[in-house]
Nanobody, 127 residues
Framework: QVQLVESGGGLVQAGGSLRLSCAAS????????LGWFRQAPGKEREFVAT???????????HYADSVKGRFTISRDNSKNTVYLQMNSLSPEDTAVYYC?????????????????WGQGTQVTVSS
């Protein structure tokens, strides 16, 4: 089993920045994918970003068009933590953000392709 715990959410004004963290514990894999999704009230869960990690190196990353150029996914191997740096936030980014892990590395944006999920962290962007 893999446990994922998100943190770093909060209230921020439009144009501001936040950095979300996802701490992984339990069974980890030498090669895996960790991604971020979000869900706004009344909407389906949507893909934000994902990356493939192997041997301490991020091989590739993929972003939703709506966040490309504003959000960056990164990883601190020493802390088993993945980050989502979010810049130039807008009210449309308001949602609960979830971290997800996939046992087999793949750049996939489908929530059903991920095996483990965190509990989510709320991000609210005011206008």
């Amino acid at each position: 089993q893999v446990q994922l715990v998100e943190s770093g959410g909060g209230l921020v004004q439009a144009g501001g920045s936040l950095r979300l963290s996802c701490a992984a514990s339990g069974r980890t894999f030498s090669r895996n994918s960790l991604g971020w999704f979000r869900q706004a009230p009344g909407k389906e869960r949507e893909f934000v970003a994902t990356h493939i990690w192997y041997g301490g190196i991020t091989y590739d990353a993929h972003y939703a068009d709506s966040v490309k150029g504003r959000f960056t996914i990164s990883r601190d191997n020493s802390k088993n933590t993945v980050y989502l740096q979010m810049n130039s936030l807008s009210p449309e980014d308001t949602a609960v953000y979830y971290c997800a892990a996939r046992r087999v590395a793949a750049l996939t944006s489908r929530p059903s392709d991920y095996d483990y999920w965190g509990q989510g962290t709320q991000v609210t962007v005011s206008s």
